[in-house]
């Protein structure tokens, strides 16, 4: 059950888009169609932004979008807000009936 | 409105055990898988335990195997994470997490184990 790998930080500009990577193996991300990401806001509870790869639940802004290739997740934030400043975590469900998370990710809006 | 709350959480000491409990409200309970999740200090994210909705599946994290059971009453809308044999590494807030299209789409506000002598 090894986490799965994220950049430890990204940054941008208001406006700009940034895009955050979330690497796993053919056990969870690369044969799961049921990778979902998550924002943090410090001293809050985490939210779900993306589920299923790339769906929205509803109240979440359409400036996020999934997506996947391979082992690879994405989750991409476009026209970034102050707000969006937060630490956000993907996950996927695995093949041993587990969910992995990845490490985390914090955005700092410029 | 969809809430959960959790309670039970404190100080332990290494080996103890405790009990953490998730009152849940606003949705029909015994339709939802369930979940607990936890974050250490300044750390991330690590999902330990799963219940489905009439406890015939439970699964585990490996870290959490064999010391810490999930369980649930339907009838009372509540759920509970057993954990004995605690340990330093298990110190962290502990999240009650309702799961839907094997997604966590909501969640408590957390409650605190810390665990030192």
């Known amino acids: 059950q090894s986490a799965l790998t994220q950049p430890a930080s990204v940054s941008g500009s208001p406006g700009q888009s940034i895009t955050i990577s979330c690497t796993g193996t053919?056990?969870?991300?690369?044969?799961?169609?049921?990778v979902s990401w998550y924002q943090q806001r410090p001293g809050k509870a985490p939210q779900l932004i993306i589920y299923e790869v790339s769906k929205r639940p509803s109240g979440v802004s359409n400036r996020f979008s999934g997506s996947k290739s391979g082992n690879t997740a994405s989750l991409t934030i476009s026209g970034l807000q102050a707000e969006d400043e937060a630490d956000y975590y993907c996950c996927s469900f695995a093949f041993t009936n587990t969910w992995v998370f990845g490490g985390g990710t914090k955005l700092t809006v410029l | 409105e969809v809430q959960l709350v959790e309670s039970g959480g404190g100080l332990v000491q290494p080996g103890g055990s405790l009990r953490l409990s998730c009152a849940a409200s606003?949705?029909?309970?015994?339709?939802?898988?369930m979940n607990w999740v936890r974050q250490a200090p300044g750390k991330g994210l690590e999902w330990i335990s799963y219940?489905?909705?009439?406890?015939?599946?439970?699964w585990y994290a490996d870290s959490v195997k064999g010391r810490f059971t999930i369980s649930r009453d339907n009838a009372k809308n509540s759920l509970w994470l057993q954990m004995n044999s605690l340990r330093v590494e298990d110190t962290a807030v502990y999240y009650c997490?309702?799961?839907?299209?094997?997604?966590?789409?909501?969640w408590g506000q957390g409650t605190l184990v810390t665990v030192s002598s």
């Open positions: 219940i489905n909705t009439i406890s015939a599946n439970r």
């Open positions: 053919s056990s969870d991300v690369g044969n799961s169609n049921v």
């Open positions: 606003g949705f029909t309970f015994s339709s939802y898988t």
């Open positions: 997490v309702r799961d839907s299209h094997y997604a966590f789409d909501y």
